[in-house]
């Protein structure tokens, strides 16, 4: 497995592996890899011929006020990872290879960013969007994968993709998940262990309305306020940014199931104590 | 010459291109073809090994009072002009081939945008931005040709270009005058012929402008002062966008020239009659 830093360098061996007629697999990651990152990088493995997974906390994805600072990062300890789950390379950049001094571009998509994750973190998704079009355009992968964990980035880079014809395949990849149910994430390292035990109510509350609508409760809003006394009930669930029903591709909002609901995504965001926590499921026809 | 109307043709013409080993030379333009477009087409025909040229009308450059619906358009003439400097391909798509109902993704260079042509234009530039960056994930060029005419577009383009990684190197090129000194542009087919005659006061105040700053005078407001002046005796300019004495790479203005000055860029846009025309010069040393 090969380290690289440098831009250039990056670009020299992508560059060769195309003319060779390697599949580039790419995992784009900020490090502190946990079971999700390995299942994306295991598919990679299975599905490409060279694999290739980014470790870059990116700055400008994080608002004012959040945890870019305190991040977990472990680079050892994800290149041990990264080793064992069959990555042929890391690509590790530091910030200032990344964004020189004068950096001004920037990508947004309209819409699809501003409502859900977006309203509490302005900006996110076009840090998000930036970084990770600077990746394709450096690596110039084959298929790069993505988690259904956090949906809403999912929906957002595929969309810039297809919008600017972006010659990478986008792979969703499964939530991963603790045996209670909690979705993985590198942010659950910030919850104590009381915070940790607690933190399921997330998972149940949205099976919870899962349930509620397959009984055949047709009006959400019902269905949202009977999740929320849930979630509300719990007393380490400090605050609840929102929990929503959204249509899969177009996160437009439903409000009403009727003959012509096929699909319904639930999605939450909630704080544990200081810690922001987001997951969601996926209706499929079952109601 | 082969003209291309469909994404998924050209995708494939230019993947077969660069397998072969084809240096892609691009030149992109909105049609109606003049000899600066063709300047720069016989530039990539010197340079490349395949020159392609993209003629598109690009709505979304274009604010809801411009001149989108009556820009001038002439595809059996633009034909003709291509053919006769060499070019190997047309891509000539429809809009709703480059834009789908749903489209939501810009990209924004901050604060060079803003300024000059900005000010007028808001929004011109992001549209640009948009259009260049699909155009080069579909064709991949290996260089891309834009005039020095539209001066700031370069300086956005290239910034954007770097900041994104984009692999396209960017060729500038010199602009085109008439006899008279009048920078080409499409848009000069918009003048009635005494406006025409008259057209030539932009480039003459700028000239005034370097003949100033040339002569000694390093109080930039000073000149532009001047320059205004000329300009405003002249009963055919119907108003004044901006006369701007500029970096020549990060566009910031320079109000006074001192030992440190080492090239200006002056720039300038104003109306004859209905129509909007810009022009610029670059001094380097010289004072």
């Known amino acids: ?20 007629g390697e599949k580039i697999g790419f995992v784009p990651t900020m490090g502190y890899l946990h079971k999700g990152h390995i299942s994306l990088i295991e598919r990679a ?3 490409c011929s060279k694999v290739l997974v980014s470790i870059f906390v990116n700055p ?11 991040y977990p990062r472990n680079f050892k300890r994800d290149c041990n990872f990264c080793q064992k789950a069959g990555a042929d390379y890391i690509f590790f950049p530091p910030t200032e290879e990344m964004y020189e001094k004068d950096f001004k571009t920037f990508i947004d998509v309209q819409n699809l960013g501003d409502e859900m994750c977006g309203r509490a973190r302005p900006g996110h998704f076009r840090g998000v969007c930036t970084v990770v079009l600077k990746f394709f355009n450096i690596i110039k992968p084959d298929v790069a994968y993505f988690g259904q964990k956090d949906y809403q980035q999912l929906i957002i880079i595929k969309k810039m993709t297809k919008d600017l014809n972006v010659p990478v395949k986008i792979a969703e990849c499964p939530t991963i998940r603790e045996e209670d149910g909690l979705a ?3 942010r659950n390292k910030y919850l104590s262990s009381d ?4 933190a399921v109510i997330l998972i149940q509350s949205l ?4 349930e509620l609508i397959i009984n055949g409760q047709k009006d959400l809003e019902i269905v949202r306020k009977e999740a929320l006394k849930k979630m509300g009930s719990n007393p380490f669930v400090s ?6 029903f959204r249509d ?39 109601f």
């Open 207 to 210: 099976k919870f309305a899962e």
């Open 239 to 244: 605050k609840i940014d929102y929990f929503d």
């Open 45 to 47: 493995r299975a599905e």
């Open 184 to 186: 993985i994430s590198s």
């Open 1 to 20: 497995m090969e380290i690289i830093k440098k831009i250039k360098d990056m670009v020299s061996i992508s560059e060769l592996l195309r003319l060779k």
């Open 248 to 286: 899969k591709e177009m996160l437009c909002e439903i409000t009403k199931i009727d003959q012509n609901t096929e699909r319904i995504l639930i999605a939450s965001a909630i704080w544990i104590g200081k810690t922001r926590l987001i997951d969601n499921i996926l209706l499929e026809n079952n």
């Open 195 to 198: 915070e940790r035990k607690n």
């Open 60 to 70: 400008i994805q994080f608002g004012p006020k959040e945890d870019f600072v305190r």
